[in-house]
């Protein structure tokens, strides 16, 4: 009778090479895991916290091996023993194990310099950065070298330590099963695999809110490996994720009941109910003709960079204008991407999980912009840039939804400077100031989006323009003090031109610089400047709290439009000072509602947390105020549903 061992030798010796993966992977990810897990040690709060992120991170990593190995592991049991086709599928596994450890390697050796910029691991952003290969590996040269040289030479080191590794390991064995065993040991190792895999006995297999266990994101991001991590992103684009999918469900007819409430519009002024939020908005101000409008997205420009709103000295030019115009000193964006800035002033619609309608399907073309009504109203619409406007799919959603007109990096003549994103602010702004110039001569309202770039990384920008604040000149800070100098000269030309009397300008940030905050979403970096000008604009400093979808609708006011649009947001001119404010803010997957200083932050698959606001800190609150967790669900609730069923827009009214 034959022993038990000689059958376990025949079940294993096919599989050596993914027992030997298996261990080396193991072994690379905890350690990986623990090297970066030791570098954050400050914001890992206790010995239990280490124990369940390691215990998770053991999970994820079995998780994202099975992934990989499950199938060729079966199809290997299968065919052992068949000449010819076993050699050939040997070599076919021994290439696809290196290629996969390659892979594994090379993205945990990305992710300090991700973790540093973004304050989390690898997620759907670096596959979108991924896409524009041209300005990203251009701001690597000019910016990173060293980070891309090592990352090289680790990666290099990879492909040939791999090599070594699976060169003598092989699937061929002379221990092969016999014919009735292969599909037994086959079926036995895919169920192996299938429930590694999903690592749960619940309905839904193990994902990242399920490892979800503290209130800062990066710790939470630490239980996955950064494949794992940009995987799952790469999944959630493909089917992108909605709201209703990660937050808890509202009925549609509950959904506009509480954003109609929350609006402050008279319900007669709603005019559609196939578009619910479609409204009708007078303007406050009256003037012969309407105004122009030009608004400036100012690139990561954060509150903690203005000193008139609590940051550091950067930023001069704007707090010596904010004392000649309008200044919101609780403005809050919506999101940490320059496309989600551009989503909530352009579009004024609300932030969701999903990636920017700047960049999604659904949304490039029959969508609402301010661009698209004001085209309508007989305005000349464009886009100025000192970048590539393909970057973020900016053209196509722009020429798609209103705007007439692109000026991009191609038409910038001599420029006084280029770097990795296109021609420095000031070339922007000269461009920008001929544009309007000879605009304001043809007797027709304009509209134009003037978006920035020289304050991103690599930060680069002409010499000897700005007393440098940092030593090393090619700094955030720095970058932030040239990119408030151009602004500022640029306004001292605007003053004195053709077009200033009869234009209303808004200056705004897109987002703060990147995060860093232990919180499940941190407030104070979502914090911006907010800036509106123009000869009839009178000064004040406006402390309520507002957010960036209210923009457009209190511009639309100021330069005297009348119109019917979707947006949500409040028109500030009509609103007493006692008004209380709410802002939104998406940070990755979570979600923060702010009004007054409550704030309930909705998580995936998660109940709401309640918190109050306190000293630039989220204090968890004993207080669960139903009103407004109900207003903060329907928000993005409102997102996800009008998007996918195109109740965006303003084409048929």
């Known amino acids: 009778m034959e022993s038990s061992n000689t059958l376990l030798r025949r ?44 215990g998770f991170g053991a999970r994820i990593d079995s998780v994202t091996i099975a ?82 040289f090592l990352s090289s030479i680790v990666t290099a080191a990879a492909v ?38 999903r690592s749960s006995l619940e309905h839904r297999p193990i994902n990242p809110s399920f490892t979800s266990f503290t209130n800062d994101p990066l710790v939470n991001s630490l239980t ?34 509480t954003i109609r409430q929350s609006m402050g519009v008279e319900p007669t002024d709603f005019v559609s109910e196939e578009y619910p939020t479609l409204h009708k908005q007078l303007a406050s101000k009256r003037y012969n003709k309407p105004k122009n409008l030009v608004i400036i997205l100012e690139e990561s420009l954060g509150a903690q960079f203005v000193k008139s709103l609590g940051g550091l000295d950067l930023a001069p030019y704007y707090d010596a204008l904010s004392k000649d115009g309008w200044a919101f000193e609780n403005l809050y964006a919506t999101g940490t991407r320059s496309v989600r800035g551009i989503e909530a002033v352009i579009t004024g619609f609300v932030p969701t999980p999903a990636r920017s309608v700047v960049k999604l399907p659904k949304s490039q073309s029959q969508f609402f912009t301010i661009a698209k009504l ?13 970048g590539s406007a393909h970057f973020d799919n900016m053209s196509s959603f722009f020429i798609g939804n209103g705007f007439k007109q692109i000026i991009e990096e191609k038409h910038y003549e001599n420029p006084i400077f280029k770097g990795s994103w296109g021609v420095s602010d000031e070339d922007l702004f000269n461009k920008a100031h001929q544009t309007f110039t000879e605009k304001a001569k043809q007797n027709k309202p304009f509209f134009s989006l ?39 000269k640029y306004f001292e030309k605007a003053q004195t031109s053709n077009y200033w009397d009869d234009t209303v300008f808004l200056v705004v940030a897109d987002h703060d610089a990147r995060v860093h905050k232990a919180n499940l979403v941190p407030i104070n970096n979502f914090h911006i400047p907010g800036l509106i000008l123009g000869k009839d604009i009178k000064p004040k400093k406006d402390s309520r709290i507002a957010s960036h979808i209210d923009l457009a609708p209190t511009l639309l006011s100021l330069i005297g439009i009348d119109s019917t649009h979707p947006m949500i947001g409040r028109d500030f001119t009509k609103l007493d000072d006692n008004y ?74």
């Open 11 to 54: 079940f294993y010796a096919p599989l050596k090479p993914f027992a030997l993966f298996t261990f080396v992977a193991m072994l690379i990810l905890s350690l990986c895991r623990i090297s970066l897990s030791i570098w954050q040690e400050a914001r890992i709060e206790s010995f239990t916290d280490w124990i369940t992120l390691l």
């Open 160 to 197: 040939y330590f791999c090599y070594k590794l699976f060169y003598r390991s092989s699937t061929l064995t002379k221990d092969n099963p016999k014919w009735f065993e292969r599909p037994i040991f086959a079926a036995l190792v895919l169920v192996l695999a299938v429930a590694v895999a």
């Open 374 to 386: 004001l085209n309508q109203k007989g305005f000349d619409t464009s886009f100025i840039y000192g």
């Open 580 to 653: 209380q404010g709410r802002a939104m803010m998406q940070f990755a997957n979570n979600q923060a509602y702010m009004k007054g200083n409550d704030v309930v932050v909705l998580q995936p698959n998660k109940a709401p947390k309640s918190f109050k606001y306190i000293e630039g800190e989220l204090i968890k609150s004993v207080q669960h105020k139903t009103d407004l967790i109900k207003e903060a669900m329907a928000y993005p609730l409102l997102g996800s549903w009008f998007y996918q069923e195109g109740k965006y827009d303003i084409s048929n009214h």
């Open 224 to 257: 996955l490996n950064s494949s794992y991590s940009m995987l799952y992103a790469a999944k959630g684009m493909k089917n992108e994720v909605s709201s209703f999918d990660l937050y808890p469900k509202m009925s549609k007819q509950e959904i506009t009941n």
């Open 450 to 488: 003037v978006f920035s770039s020289s304050n991103h990384d690599p930060y680069e920008f002409p010499d000897n323009k700005i007393a440098l604040y940092d030593d090393t000149k090619n700094t955030r800070n720095n970058a932030v003090k040239y990119a408030d100098y151009a602004l500022g």
């Open 67 to 148: 992934m990989f190995i499950g199938i060729p592991a079966v199809i290997t049991l299968l065919i052992s023993g068949i000449p010819w086709v076993n050699r050939v599928w040997d070599k076919v596994c021994k290439l696809w194990l290196m290629a996969v450890l390659v892979f594994f390697i090379f993205m945990e050796v990305s992710t300090p310099a991700f973790i540093l910029e973004y304050s989390l691991r690898p997620n759907r952003l670096f596959i979108e950065y991924l896409i524009y290969p041209k300005e990203i590996f251009s701001m690597l040269w000019s910016g990173h070298k060293l980070t891309l």
